[in-house]
């Protein structure tokens, strides 16, 4: 009799298991795909990770034109001379970002919806915005993916500048990005590709610091902006950083855009999982209950 209670209370027991497991599968399963879909939203055009400027912005002189589809548009072509496409690069990345500040000409904390990273975008670095030792970089943070920035829209100098040198750099052309505290520009070939106001300067920084009024035929759309513009070309210009800084910035953004999939992934898995084995246990156990039911129909029937 003693043997039978404990065989019942085995059973009892793995099918609390069961149950519980197969419960605990669903639940992990359904906070899965829940992160699985709020991750997934932006990627798939479902949802707006960033805010958009206002009209102003978007339609003034430095505003948007045309948004990049497809970054390899923005490669060079087989046999284009190399003049012509930088002066298309610098058109197309200034056409495709708008430049816009909420207070004056310089970053102030009324931009951090636009230049914090999303948490549509990457919600572990949206957490991580938040962290005093974390704050100033990425509640001011540009991206050096190219396609990261483009998706987002928005930028001021440096980002689009970061634009066109990673473009550039992917393709083994030589660039370095340039600034002084007015501006920053990215110098390829001789030339400087000003993707901030749209303009490309067939000469060197080098040419144009020593004789600003070089800049003056390039920039003429942009009248009122002149006299600051020359100011900052006649300035001793510094590179922004190495081509090792940009490397090890580019796989950090690579590294966080791996990482954000991670967790529903591991909550689907796991919960697929304990699922799995919560019906295994199930159907082990009915199992149990009918092999001693044949039993005693056979002694019966004996």
Request: charged share 20%.
């Amino acid at each position: 009799m003693s043997d039978a209670i404990k065989i019942r209370d085995r059973k009892q027991r793995l099918t609390l298991i069961a149950a519980l497991l197969r419960t605990l599968g669903v639940f992990s399963a359904g906070v899965g795909s829940a992160l699985l879909f709020f991750v997934s939203a932006y990627p798939l055009g479902l949802v707006s990770a960033y805010p958009a400027p206002p009209a102003a912005a978007i339609e003034g002189p430095l505003g948007f034109a045309q948004k990049v589809g497809n970054v390899e548009d923005l490669y060079r072509r087989q046999s284009e001379p190399m003049q012509a496409y930088l002066e298309r690069l610098t058109t197309a990345v200034a056409g495709g970002m708008v430049h816009y500040w909420t207070e004056g000409d310089r970053w102030a904390v009324a931009d951090v919806p636009y230049t914090r990273i999303g948490i549509f975008d990457n919600y572990l670095l949206w957490i991580l915005s938040f962290r005093p030792e974390y704050r100033q970089t990425l509640q001011n943070y540009e991206f050096v993916t190219p396609r990261k920035a483009l998706d987002r829209g928005y930028g001021f100098c440096s980002q689009v500048s970061k634009i066109v040198y990673s473009v550039l750099a992917d393709q083994g052309i030589e660039a370095t990005i340039y600034s002084v505290p007015e501006h920053t520009v990215v110098e390829s070939n001789g030339s400087i590709l000003d993707s901030d106001y749209g303009v490309f300067v067939p000469h060197s920084l080098e040419d144009v610091q020593q004789d600003p009024s070089i800049i003056d035929d390039y920039y003429a759309q942009f009248g009122p902006m002149l006299p600051l513009l020359r100011r900052a070309y006649g300035q001793a210009w510094q590179p922004l950083g190495t081509a090792e800084d940009f490397n090890s910035v580019r796989a950090y953004e690579a590294k966080f855009e791996r990482l954000k999939w991670a967790p529903p992934l591991a909550f689907l898995g796991s919960g697929v999982l304990l699922a799995a084995i919560g019906m295994l246990l199930r159907h082990r156990e009915r199992l149990a209950r009918l092999v001693p039911a044949r039993v005693r129909r056979t002694a019966r029937s004996s």
